[in-house]
Nanobody, 116 residues
Framework: QVQLVESGGGLVQPGGSLRLSCVAT????????MGWYRQAPGKQRELVAK????????NYADSVKGRFTISRDNAKNTMYLQMNSLKAEDTAVYYC?????????WGQGTQVTVSS
């Protein structure tokens, strides 16, 4: 059974940092390109970053390039998103899913709020 559980969100001031985690259950993880998505109020869900399964090639949305770093630990079935220099516009619920096609069951997400 596939399950994705996101954690690590919270309230942070502009310029601050957070590290999100996504723990996956199921044998698919090690062969899947995975991605982080976010959805702000009133906006569509968007892909923020993705990472391939084996060689760890990464891609980022222009809006987060240079500030966010995606990584994964296949031995732990876990993916991370290190977010630095956070801005108010990064405020959203963050989710993990397949990085090429988000076809896995969505988790509950983790709320990130950037505010002074």
């Amino acid at each position: 059974q596939v399950q994705l559980v996101e954690s690590g969100g919270g309230l942070v001031q502009p310029g601050g940092s957070l590290r999100l985690s996504c723990v996956a259950t199921g044998s698919f993880f090690r062969t899947y390109t995975m991605g982080w998505y976010r959805q702000a109020p009133g906006k569509q869900r968007e892909l923020v970053a993705k990472i391939t399964s084996i060689d760890g090639t990464t891609n980022y949305a222009d809006s987060v390039k240079g500030r966010f770093t995606i990584s994964r630990d296949n031995a732990k079935n876990t993916m991370y998103l290190q977010m630095n220099s956070l801005k108010a516009e990064d405020t959203a619920v963050y989710y993990c899913n397949g990085g090429n096609i988000p076809s896995l069951p969505w988790g509950q997400g983790t709320q990130v709020t950037v505010s002074s």
